[in-house]
């Protein structure tokens, strides 16, 4: 049975940092890309930061200076750091884990980040 479960999420002023984990059960976790999604309340779920299985990285611009996705294959987990969060970060934060060959892609339940004063 495949498990994506996230933590970290919560209440964080403006200009703050929080670190969201997403730890994997089930899969073979180094063969996968991990990404981060996220969606605003009424919005679509996009793409906040990926990380291929070996290594290589992608972030949205919106993003770009401010978060970094890591991944540690040790212990099945995939990490995204967030710093000088801003109001428009606000949205339930998903974790993603794909692997194309194999046309598998599994989803965690998602973590809530609010950010406000």
């Known amino acids: 049975q495949v498990q994506l479960v996230e933590s970290g999420g919560g209440l964080v002023q403006p200009g703050g940092s929080l670190r969201l984990s997403c730890a994997a059960s089930?899969?073979?976790?180094?063969?996968?890309?991990m990404g981060w999604y996220r969606q605003p309340s009424g919005k679509q779920r996009e793409l906040v930061a990926r990380i291929t299985n070996d290594g290589g990285t992608y972030y949205a611009d919106f993003v770009k200076g401010r978060f970094t996705i890591s991944r540690d294959n040790a212990k099945n987990t995939v990490y995204l750091q967030m710093n000088s969060l801003k109001p428009e970060d606000t949205a339930v934060y998903y974790c993603?884990?794909?692997?194309?060959?194999?046309?598998?892609?599994?989803w965690g339940q998602g973590t809530q980040v609010t950010v406000s004063s």
């Open positions: 993603n884990a794909d692997h194309s060959a194999l046309v598998r892609n599994y």
């Open positions: 089930g899969i073979f976790f180094s063969a996968y890309n």
